[in-house]
T-cell receptor, first 114, second 109 residues
Framework: DAGVTQTPRHEVAEKGQTIILKCEPVSGHNDLFWYRQTKIQGLELLSY????????DGGAFKDRFKAEMLNSSFSTLKIQPTEPKDSAVYLC????????????FGPGTRLTVL | GQQVQQSPASLVLQEGENAELQCNFS?????MQWFYQRPGGSLVSLFYNPSGTKHSGRLTSTTVIKERRSSLHISSSQTTDSGTYLC???????????FGKGTHLHVLP
């Protein structure tokens, strides 16, 4: 089975641009998470989907960050407009809904906003 | 305050020494997960441990809910163990997953 895949692995954007990050969860997993990781803040939850329904939208990240899950095997995270402070690694993770809800992470997308 | 606290923040060992990493929490928990991360790398799951003790090779995870702590023990450390170890608490409100800041481990040859 393939693990969590994320594309692109690296993204460089100009301030004000719109960028879209993509994630494919582990096949059969119903829970999908988007995180942002920086050295200062560590890992912060951006969005959480259960069976394609948005359960958590990350509070402070609402205004310029929008995650969508159009089908059970694909999710996107849109940042619009980007700002230099958005430079970070964006990680996607998935888990099963019942039983052991162990999270499996993708390789991440390193975003640099100039 | 911070709901999940990891200690120590950093640790330097000589190869062969043992390490005990701690994760203390102040909120109710469904489970605790431990991850390993290389610099520039993604997170690799080490343990998903709601309670009790689990073993995997040289690694042991122990979660004691009543004492609000979880630990990761590394025995006979190797240079390849160097990296960051993160604990993540799955809240009883299962929508919330809270990560600690991590322990940065450096094992010297």
């Amino acid at each position: 089975d393939a693990g969590v895949t994320q594309t692109p692995r690296h993204e460089v954007a100009e301030k004000g641009q719109t960028i879209i990050l993509k994630c494919e969860p582990v096949s059969g997993h119903n829970d999908l998470f988007w995180y942002r990781q920086t050295k200062i803040q560590g890992l912060e939850l951006l969005s959480y989907f259960r069976s394609k329904s948005l359960m958590e939208d990350g509070g402070a990240f609402k205004d310029r960050f929008k995650a969508e899950m159009l089908n059970s095997s694909f999710s996107t995270l849109k940042i619009q407009p980007t700002e230099p402070k958005d430079s970070a690694v964006y990680l996607c993770a998935s888990s099963s809904t019942g039983g052991a809800r162990e999270q499996y992470f993708g390789p991440g997308t390193r975003l640099t906003v100039l | 305050g911070q709901q999940v606290q990891q200690s120590p923040a950093s640790l330097v060992l000589q190869e062969g020494e043992n390490a005990e990493l701690q994760c203390n929490f102040s909120t109710s928990l469904n489970s605790m997960q431990w991850f390993y991360q290389r610099p520039g790398g993604s997170l690799v799951s080490l343990f998903y441990n709601p309670s009790g003790t689990k073993h995997s090779g040289r690694l042991t995870s122990t979660t004691v809910i009543k004492e609000r702590r979880s630990s990761l023990h590394i025995s006979s450390s190797q240079t390849t163990d160097s990296g960051t170890y993160l604990c993540a608490l799955e809240h009883t409100n299962a929508y919330k997953v809270i990560f600690g800041k991590g322990t940065h481990l450096h094992v010297l040859p």
